[in-house]
């Protein structure tokens, strides 16, 4: 079992910043890498970046490298999506999940979820 808590959402303008934090809890927590993924109004549910907890995976969606940068602390079971240069289509729930299976980029190959954080672009 694995509970996730994603916090630092909000509303910026195009250009500006924003960091999100998850944080892992639970027996086999380390057994799981990380994803964060994002849903906009009206569209499927998508991967943004995965990390595992030993660093040796690191994986982006094309539209955000360079601008997103996902990071863990172990000691602090956290992992963080630093977003920079946002822009409006960025607009969406950004939700965390962790993964056990060799495919990483798909909603389905995640066992367990976090409840979402709401990150607001305007232009």
């Known amino acids: 079992q694995v509970q996730l808590v994603e916090s630092g959402g909000g509303l910026v303008q195009a250009g500006d910043s924003l960091r999100l934090s998850c944080a892992a809890s639970?027996?086999?927590?380390?057994?799981?890498?990380i994803g964060w993924f994002r849903q906009a109004p009206g569209r499927e549910r998508e991967f943004v970046a995965v990390?595992?907890?030993?660093?040796?995976?690191?994986y982006y969606l094309d539209s955000v490298k360079g601008r997103f940068t996902i990071s863990r602390d172990n000691a602090k079971n956290t992992v963080y999506l630093q977003m920079n240069s946002l822009k409006p289509e960025d607009t969406a729930v950004y939700y965390c999940?962790?993964?056990?299976?060799?495919?990483?980029?798909?909603?389905?190959?995640?066992?367990?979820w976090g409840q979402g954080t709401q990150v607001t672009v305007s232009s």
């Open positions: 999940a962790a993964n056990n299976k060799l495919s990483f980029n798909r909603k389905e190959d995640y066992d367990y």
């Open positions: 639970g027996p086999t927590v380390r057994s799981y890498r």
């Open positions: 990390i595992s907890w030993s660093l040796v995976n690191i």
